[in-house]
Nanobody
Framework: QVQLVESGGGLVQPGGSLRLSCAAP????????MYWVRQAPGKGLEWVSS??????????NYADSVKGRFTISRDDAENTLYLQMSSLKPDDTAVYYC????????????????RGQGTQVTVSS
């Protein structure tokens, strides 16, 4: 059974940093690409970052909106995914989800086969 459990969200001032974690027991973690996606109030689900599995060399990718500020990483021994967020902006305020099996469709919609319960990140002074 796939479980994804996020933690590490909170309230932070603009320019601050947070580190999100996602515990992922229940499947062979290193076989899968993993994703961070987010949903801001009143908006749809947005892809933030992803990292390939071991067979694909752990290649990271980032949305333009977070490139240079966020860093995705994974610890396959601990079945854990991370997102280090720096230089946070109010526009980063959202519920952040750890996910697996995500696809972005031609319509622009994002759907993920598995998603955790999410962790709230609020960037405000």
């Amino acid at each position: 059974q796939v479980q994804l459990v996020e933690s590490g969200g909170g309230l932070v001032q603009p320019g601050g940093s947070l580190r999100l974690s996602c515990a992922a027991p229940g499947f062979t973690f290193n076989n899968y690409a993993m994703y961070w996606v987010r949903q801001a109030p009143g908006k749809g689900l947005e892809w933030v970052s992803s990292i390939n599995g071991r067979a694909s060399g752990y290649m990271p990718n980032y949305a333009d909106s977070v490139k240079g500020r966020f860093t995705i990483s994974r610890d396959d021994a601990e079945n854990t995914l991370y997102l280090q967020m720096s230089s946070l902006k109010p526009d980063d305020t959202a519920v952040y989800y750890c996910a697996r099996g995500c696809n972005i469709y031609a319509t622009g919609s994002l759907k993920c086969t598995y998603r955790g319960q999410g962790t709230q990140v609020t960037v405000s002074s």
